[in-house]
C-alpha cells in the first residue's frame, strides 16, 4: 500500500504526454481523392424532401479544384424557410451531415441556400 505511482508503470513504460492523443494522422484522411459526389448528391436528395415540391428548387454546383465545393440552392422564398428551420437548425443540422459524408472522401461541400 506503501508504493508511489509512477506514470512510467501505469502508462506502458512511455512518459505521459500532454494534449491530444495520437499524433498520427492514420485513418483520418484518405490518402487518395477519390473522385465522388455521393455527398453532393445526399445533399440534393435531403433539400428536395424537406422542400416538398421538388421543382421549385434550382442546384448548381462549382467545384474548386478536387477537394473543394460548393452546392449552391435556389428556391421560392416560401420553401425558403422549410429549408432553413427554426433559428437555422435544419440547414446547419443537413450542413454537418454533408460535412460528415464529404470527409470521408478528403473533400469539403459548402450548402447555400438563397
Known sequence: MDQKRRSTKRYGNKPFKKGRGGGSSRGRYPTKLIESDAAEDLAEYILKVLA?????????RK?????KCRLSVKCDPSVTG???????RTISAL???IKAA?????????????
Open 63 to 67: 467545384n474548386f479544384g478536387p477537394r
Open 102 to 114: 464529404s470527409g470521408r472522401y478528403g473533400k469539403r461541400v459548402d450548402i447555400v441556400v438563397s
Open 95 to 97: 450542413r454537418s451531415l
Open 82 to 88: 422549410r429549408l432553413i428551420g427554426k433559428d437555422g
Open 52 to 60: 416538398r415540391e421538388p421543382d421549385s428548387l434550382h442546384f448548381e
